[in-house]
C-alpha cells in the first residue's frame, strides 16, 4: 500500500521514526481510520513537543473529506541545527 512505501521512505530519509493517520470514507460508505506506525514514534509527554513534526492534510472526494495526518520523530543533529538540544533516552 502507499502508506508503508512512504513510511520506509520517511524512515530511509534519516527520521527515526514515522505515523500516518488516514480517516474518512476510504472504500464504504462508513468513515474507518487507519494507522500506519514505522520505526520510533513517541505519543504523550513533553517530548512529543520537542521530537515529533505533524501535518494535516484534507482531501474533498465526491463521497466526504479524507483527512492524512503525518507525524515525524525527528533526530538529534550534533550541531543542533536539524533537531532538538536534548536526546531522546
Same mark, same amino acid.
Given at each position: 500500500?502507499?502508506? @508503508?512505501?512512504? %513510511?520506509?521512505?520517511?524512515?530511509? &530519509?534519516?527520521?527515526? $521514526?514515522? *505515523?500516518?493517520?488516514? &480517516? *474518512?470514507? %476510504?472504500?464504504?460508505? @462508513?468513515?474507518? &481510520?487507519?494507522?500506519? #506506525? $514505522? +520505526?520510533? !514514534?513517541? /505519543?504523550?509527554?513533553?517530548?512529543?513537543?520537542?521530537?515529533?513534526? /505533524?501535518? =494535516?492534510?484534507?482531501?474533498?472526494?465526491?463521497?466526504? =473529506? !479524507?483527512?492524512?495526518?503525518? #507525524?515525524?520523530?525527528?533526530? %538529534?543533529? &550534533? +550541531? *543542533?541545527?536539524?533537531?532538538? @538540544?536534548?536526546?531522546? =533516552?
Amino acid at each position: 500500500m502507499v502508506c @508503508h512505501s512512504v %513510511l520506509n521512505f520517511v524512515v530511509e &530519509s534519516g527520521a527515526k $521514526g514515522c *505515523g500516518v493517520i488516514v &480517516s *474518512g470514507k %476510504l472504500c464504504v460508505q @462508513h468513515a474507518k &481510520s487507519i494507522k500506519f #506506525k $514505522g +520505526e520510533y !514514534l513517541i /505519543s504523550f509527554g513533553q517530548p512529543v513537543k520537542d521530537y515529533i513534526d /505533524s501535518a =494535516v492534510r484534507y482531501i474533498l472526494p465526491k463521497r466526504g =473529506v !479524507l483527512s492524512i495526518k503525518f #507525524k515525524v520523530t525527528t533526530q %538529534l543533529c &550534533s +550541531e *543542533g541545527q536539524a533537531g532538538p @538540544h536534548n536526546a531522546i =533516552v
